[in-house]
Structures are given as C-alpha cells and as structure tokens.
C-alpha cells in the first residue's frame, strides 16, 4: 500500500489505564503495517472542552484534531462502553468535527472508518452500532468488520497488551483493512463496499 494513506486514529477515554486506547495502538499498529502513515489522538491527552455550537473562541487543538480528520483517508474509532453507548468524552470529540460543516466537501466525506468499542461486561456492540450511527450522520464509510471487546479489563494486560493472540490479530486486521478499503477509495473513488459518488443531501446547518 502507497505510504501516502494516511489513518488517523481517534480513542481512549480519560481512565489512567484505558483499554480502549489500548486496542486503537494495536489497531493503528496494523495500519502502519500495511504502509500508512499514522496519527493517533487520545481522547485524555486531548483533553477538548465541551463543544458549545455558539463558542467563538475555538482551542488551537479543536482546530488541529478537526484538520488532522479531515486530511486523513481513514480513521479508526475506539470508544469505551458506558451505559450502553460511547463515552461522553468520545461523543464530545465528534461534536467539535462541527467545525467541518462549511469545507468542501463537508465532514469526513467518503473517509473510511474502522471501530472498536471495549466493555467491561459481556456487549460491546451497543457502542459500534452508535460509532456507525455518526459515522454516517458525518458522510463516512464504516468498514464491514468492526471489533467489540466484551470483558476487557481481563483482556489487556498493564501495558496494554493482549493477554490473547486472536485478539491482537484481530486489531491489527481492523487496521489493514481500514488502509486497503481507503486506498480504493483515493484511487478509484469508491471501494468495494461503498457506492460510486451520487449526489448527496444538502448540508443542514440549523
């Protein structure tokens, strides 16, 4: 794969040890294999305010982190589950891609994005199923294969490794397959489970 595929990955949650960052590492770490390069924001570091649709005064690293997306070809998401869904933090980062409403085109158009939820008990496919809900409200792709980890804290161990080779494999192959589905798309303008272009809805800005 051409080194000019760029993945951007987005995930963690603001825990000391968080095992939904430490699944996007792997992930990220497959998509490097594959020849991208790569950018990973962890939500903690991070650290964004609360997004306030009135806000003039947007933070210098809002502006980057929307930028970073928007110049990436794929993104891969991670997300803890809480109650049911992403994590406040995760959902608050989506909210600042608001800023992208006016590019051309807006959002993260036809960007394609790969999804990882980790869980402390047995689902984890509650918080994919919400990923791909804004995935979509934000013009993007979501790769077929997607990664909850049910019961993670028994999964990674303190360094953020998987205690199981399956699920180190599996990350990494969330990731490559990010690259390769991305790599149709900049060359030929759809990949293999898309659509070729058609007009889209216009933008709602209320």
């Known amino acids: 794969m051409t080194p000019s595929i760029r993945i951007v990955g987005l995930g963690g949650s603001f825990a000391a040890q968080s095992t939904s960052l430490s699944a996007l590492k792997i ?26 649709p009135d806000e003039t005064n947007v933070p210098d690293r809002a502006r980057e982190f929307c930028e970073a997306l928007y110049q990436a070809h794929g ?25 992208l409403i006016h590019r051309d085109p807006p959002y993260l158009t036809d960007k394609v994005i790969g999804l990882i939820s980790t869980a402390g008990g047995v689902q984890g496919l509650q918080a994919v199923i919400t990923m791909e809900f804004a995935a ?24 953020g490794q998987p205690h199981d080779r399956a699920t180190g494999e599996q990350l990494r192959a969330l990731g490559k397959e ?29």
């Open 75 to 99: 993104l891969l998401w991670s997300s803890p589950m809480y109650h049911g869904t992403v994590s406040g933090s995760f959902k608050n980062a989506l909210d600042w891609l608001h800023l």
């Open 136 to 159: 979509r409200s934000l013009r993007a792709w979501t790769v077929p294969m997607v990664m909850p980890v049910p019961r993670a804290w028994q999964v990674f161990d303190d360094t």
């Open 178 to 206: 990010v690259v390769r589905a991305a790599g149709q798309i900049t060359s030929v303008g759809y990949c293999d489970y898309s659509e070729p272009h058609t007009e889209r809805s216009p933008v709602f800005t209320g």
């Open 27 to 52: 992930a990220i770490n497959g998509a490097a294999e594959s020849g991208a390069s790569t950018q990973l924001f962890d939500i903690r570091s991070l650290a964004l305010p609360m997004y306030a």
